[in-house]
């Protein structure tokens, strides 16, 4: 077979593994620039290529520089620094070499054809522009802010970054920030000499101050030079990134001996099982981390960037973190296994395949007939797997973390880790232990006193949010919306004693006085309407472990489609419940601070407008819960910094908490590891004041590292986990209509709230942009756009529904109607 098959073949099996983890620098879609007509190659370049290289060498001369630079690519190829590049490695800048005139005129000629309007773009920037129509429209949500530190980025105008996206690198260097369409965007001179706007998660790689700060200034970040002195400015500039481009690639063939044992030293020792390392801990294998340059770190991130079968690098915050994943020795074997039947063309393969098309086509013919029957599970006796067609499916396997229908606990289901749930001694009336964290306000709902202290709690009364608003007299909550007739869900209410009654009053009229000295700072946030799934049975039957033997799925399960809209204009219970809980972080954070403990908290700076005039534009529609409309804060250009852990006392912006306070998570022990960690440390100080804490700074520090990013992949995997569940419905709801043919279809007056700017496709020369989809919480894109269709952020369009797509990364299509 030809060997790109083999790699689409290798290319589905790391698409689909346990951690489920994905990266921009690993993906394995197409993109839709490949298809375009590439232009003749220029002279003196290779390629299409123009990151070229210089004539002259002050150490070599003209004539030698290529020569020496092939006898270190013949020496690296016999070294075997390209083993272990997997089917997804990306395409690194080329080298080239112009054949005559100056470096100057060269470097300048780069310069004036991205600066000459109508010249088309290099084919690096357009495929690493363009965005796949796989990737267009996922339904991720709308995270308010990004995974890297924007703040880190704009302050960081001179760095030489290495940027991916769609299986293109690019290198440059950073001229400034811009906000474009509610997003905070990257201006960076690229090695292609064009200036280019991005994501701050495209940068993979940071050198700071590499260009001096002058230089940058001169650069400016138009798009479009406007004189010579800044054309002039950029040329000096390229030169830096091409200087420093060909040092990276002589230290890239350099350790590539070295490299050759990473997967080796860094897998577990469990042959099952996954692990991880940062890049400075592979580069370890070169030398002591603190005597390598950040040329030496670039090259080893660059080999390890290869290895894309190995090493699967993290798909959030992997700036801030530089962390790998690394593929068990188990499924490496599997792999090299489907390898082998691929390249021998293995007679296994068409029997294998033979089988999974029988069972795929009786699947689809019982798709309709059960769809009306509760979910269940049918073995197929006639079909059987063997044990080699068993590895053709090992790289299939998934495990599950936070899913609809079945959650699967932090800790293990045990008798001792339940009887830490509060409430779970009330039936045998043994008191709950709880760590306690006490509080005192002042009349402007300042904390003046606290108290952090073990405690018994006894009478436990479990409240449900809507019981609380009704005994408070507050009106029902509108917090759930139910678009599609059939899926209310009645709720019964309690009556409670005048004791408990006035309980709750005073917790509500103290979360008050919190809410009310936070709305006298500038805090201010904003929400989307998001969607929830419940299902029913739960969790439904399930696949056996054993591949060998199909099992035929039958049934469907009933799912209940809610709509969660937290703008609010009231305090209700729920916001009673917040406010306590946030609290509780702050007096934790106190805590640690006034005991010179060190402790994990969680904090953000304050959004980014494009002048303070707007701020305060924004500071002035806040509602009385202190949230603004999320399409007046895209119309404002407005960008809220990621949220970061760090043990420095630095403030919350968003929750109205100051720097010299801070935000120690504690409320959910039972759920994250980090609020184990700050439990224990808590409980270490009260049992052994005199002691050292039972963390230290430096252990903190490094657990942050590889718990901020566990978080945010889980996230991820949470959000496209619930929009796939979400699209399941609604193709269901449209498939059968059958099933609600006497209630009205939500579907057929359905609307688009638009959040972004138009955007052409350059392959279709239509136009499409990001819209929110308020009756059913779901954000989609519109397509089909003509150039002449003008819509603006805010416009509220009457719509349709188009392609729906579920899978890994579900994606929903309208059009207007």
């Not at 390392?277 to 340059?293: F, K, N």
């Not at 009336?429 to 005192?440: A, E, H, I, V």
């Not at 449209?734 to 279809?745: F, L, M």
């Not at 688009?752 to 308020?774: G, K, M, N």
Request: aromatic share 8%; with cysteine; net charge positive.
């Amino acid at each position: 077979m030809h060997r790109r098959g083999l790699q689409r073949v290798a290319d589905r099996a790391t698409s689909s593994y346990s951690i489920r983890c994905y990266s921009t620098a690993s993906s394995s879609n197409p993109s839709p620039s490949s298809k375009l007509k590439k232009r003749p190659p220029r002279k003196g370049v290779v390629g299409d290529i123009v990151t070229d290289r210089l004539v002259k060498s002050a150490a070599f001369g003209a004539k030698h520089v290529p020569q020496v630079e092939s006898r270190e690519r013949n020496k690296a190829r016999r070294s075997g620094s390209a083993q272990n590049a997997g089917p997804n490695s990306v395409k690194e800048p080329a080298v080239a070499y112009p054949v005559r005139g100056g470096e100057y005129r060269y470097l300048e000629n780069a310069i004036r054809r991205a600066n000459t309007p109508g010249n088309l773009p290099s084919p690096e920037k357009v495929k690493f522009v363009t965005t796949p129509e796989s990737e267009l429209d996922e339904l991720q949500g709308f995270a308010v802010g990004s995974d890297v530190n924007v703040e880190s980025i704009r302050s960081g105008a001179g760095s030489f970054i290495e940027m991916r996206r769609n299986n293109q690198v690019i290198h440059g260097v950073i001229l400034g920030t811009l906000l474009m369409d509610g997003m905070q965007q990257i201006i960076s001179l690229t090695n292609t000499g064009e200036v280019i706007d991005h994501f701050a998660e495209d940068v993979h790689f940071s050198i700071p101050d590499y260009v001096d700060k002058d230089l940058i200034t001169r650069c400016t970040i138009e798009f479009i030079a406007e004189n010579e002195h800044q054309i002039a400015a950029r040329v000096r500039a390229l030169k830096k990134i091409r200087e420093l481009e060909r040092r990276i690639e002589v230290e890239f063939n350099r350790i590539a001996p070295l490299m050759n044992n990473a997967y080796d030293t860094f897998k577990s020792s469990n042959p099952s099982e996954w692990a991880h390392a940062t890049t400075s801990q592979i580069a370890t294998l070169v030398g002591p981390v603190e005597s390598l340059s950040p040329v030496t770190i670039i090259a080893v991130h660059k080999h390890i960037m290869q290895r894309s079968v190995h090493f699967v690098a993290n798909q959030s915050q992997f700036l801030a973190t530089h962390l790998f994943w690394i593929r068990p020795q188990e499924q490496i074997d599997d792999l090299a296994v489907v390898e082998d039947m691929v390249h021998r063309k293995d007679p296994l393969l068409d029997a294998f395949a033979a089988k999974a098309r029988q069972l795929i086509l009786r699947n689809r013919e019982i798709l309709t007939s059960t769809s009306s029957l509760p979910p269940a599970v049918k073995p197929q006796p006639d079909i059987q797997f063997t044990d080699q067609e068993k590895v053709i499916q090992a790289h299939r396997q998934t495990t599950s973390l936070y899913f609809i229908h079945q959650t699967l606990p932090m800790l293990p289901k045990d008798s001792v880790f339940e009887a830490l749930s509060l409430g779970s001694g009330r039936d045998s009336g043994r008191p709950d232990k709880t760590l306690s964290f006490s509080f005192k306000l002042d009349h402007a709902g300042e904390i003046v006193d606290y108290k952090v202290r073990a405690g018994l709690i006894r009478n436990t009364h479990i409240v449900k949010y809507n019981e609380m608003d009704a005994a408070l007299g507050l009106p029902r909550s509108n917090l759930y919306s139910y678009p599609f007739p059939g899926t209310e869900r009645d709720i019964s209410l309690r009556t409670f004693p005048k004791s408990d009654v006035t309980n709750m009053r005073t917790l509500h009229f103290l979360a008050k006085r919190l809410l009310d000295a936070r709305l006298r700072t500038d805090a201010l946030s904003t929400h989307v309407r998001d969607v929830e799934i419940t299902m029913s049975p739960r969790p439904p039957p399930s696949n056996p472990f054993d591949v060998s033997q199909p099992i035929q799925s039958i049934g469907f399960p009933t799912l209940d489609y809610r709509v969660r809209d937290e703008n609010s204009e009231f305090l209700d219970s729920r916001g009673v419940i917040s406010e306590m809980m946030k609290t509780a972080s702050r007096v934790a954070s106190r805590f640690f601070r006034d005991h010179n403990i060190p402790a994990i908290r969680r904090s953000a700076g304050r959004m980014t407008t494009a002048s303070e005039e707007t701020f305060g534009d924004l500071l002035a529609i806040r509602d009385p819960m202190g949230n603004i409309p999320y399409v007046d804060l895209v119309r404002a250009n407005g960008v809220f910094p990621a949220a970061q852990y760090t043990t420095k006392i630095n403030g919350h912006w968003q929750l109205g908490i100051p720097d010299g306070e801070g935000y120690t998570r504690v409320t959910s022990p039972l759920r994250r590891y980090a609020d184990i960690v700050a439990h224990w440390q808590i409980k270490h100080a009260l049992v052994s004041p005199a002691s050292a804490p039972f963390f230290s700074e430096d252990w903190m520090n490094t657990f942050i590292v590889e718990f901020s990013a566990k978080e945010a992949r889980l996230r991820k995997i949470e959000l496209w986990h619930r929009a796939n569940w979400a699209v399941k419905f609604l193709k269901r709801w449209i498939a059968h209509p059958e099933n609600h043919k006497d209630v009205e279809d939500p579907l057929q007056s359905l609307t688009c709230v638009v959040v972004a700017a138009t955007t052409e496709d350059r392959i279709t020369r239509s136009f499409h942009t990001q819209v929110l989809l308020p009756e059913i919480g779901l954000r989609g894109v519109l397509r089909g756009l003509s150039s002449g269709e003008e819509v603006q952020i805010g416009d509220v369009l009457p719509v349709k529904l188009g392609d729906l797509k579920t899978g890994l990364k579900p994606a929903i299509g309208v059009v207007r109607r």
